[in-house]
């Protein structure tokens, strides 16, 4: 399965602690974005990487939140402190550079669920 | 601020009728206009897209209409199946983000 995949699947955590996700992009997607979808929404932007190169974060990226691409490849979102308000499902996505054509397109993982007690 | 918005959260249609979603956005400077399509415990899949400079787009049962003067994006199916019951979004993109829209639940009933 060449497709993107995402680690855990689901997470329950107490408030207060901190959790990890992980994301592995297709292989040759340079292109990775995080966003957050919460019940009858649709899934809201948190940041993006070009390569390693974390290039934006939306302003409701709280200072709680960090995520990171070391090496190009994989990404972690963290998030420290956590409070109920995180509960949410945690997109991510990757797609090859271009701006042109279909290349603009995103290829989703199944997202990891989080739910803070 | 919601730029982009799916006024009807949900729809029922027939099997073999035309199904038909509706977006609207605020923003004139989106470039592409995605639909993906969701199903339960699964992340989006890409559906189809337009360009800012086309008015239509069309793949099979799917076709994608982009009105910029009324900032109006729609997607149609036909004929509907039941396997196209899924939650469908539209995107918009600008720059490196992408805007969703809020979904529509189809169901397409046999």
């Known amino acids: 399965d060449t497709g993107v995949s995402q680690d855990p699947r689901h997470k329950i955590t107490k408030r207060g602690q901190n959790v990890t996700f992980r994301c592995d992009p297709i292989s040759e997607h340079n292109r990775l974005y995080w966003y957050r979808q919460t019940l009858g929404q649709g899934p809201e932007f948190l940041t993006y990487f070009q390569n390693e190169a974390q290039l934006e974060k939306s302003r409701l990226l709280s200072d709680r939140f960090s995520a990171e691409r070391p090496k190009g490849s994989f990404s972690t979102l963290e998030i420290q402190r956590t409070e109920q308000g995180d509960s949410a499902m945690y997109l991510c996505?990757?797609?090859?550079?271009?701006?042109?054509?279909?290349?603009?397109?995103?290829?989703f993982g199944p997202g990891t669920r989080l739910t803070v007690l | 601020d919601q730029q982009v918005k799916q006024n009807s959260p949900s729809l029922s249609v027939q099997e073999g009728r035309i199904s038909i979603l509706n977006c609207d956005y605020t923003n004139s400077m989106f470039d592409y206009f995605l639909w993906y399509k969701k199903y339960p415990a699964e992340g989006p899949t890409f559906l189809i897209s337009i360009s800012s400079i086309k008015d239509k787009n069309e793949d099979g049962r799917f076709t994608v209409f982009l009105n910029k003067s009324a900032k109006h994006l729609s997607l149609h199916i036909v004929p509907s199946q039941p396997g196209d019951s899924a939650v469908y979004f539209c995107a918009l993109y600008t720059g490196n983000q992408f805007y969703f829209g809020t979904g529509t639940s189809l169901t397409v009933i046999p």
């Open positions: 996505a990757s797609s090859p550079q271009g701006l042109a054509g279909p290349d603009n397109e995103q290829f």
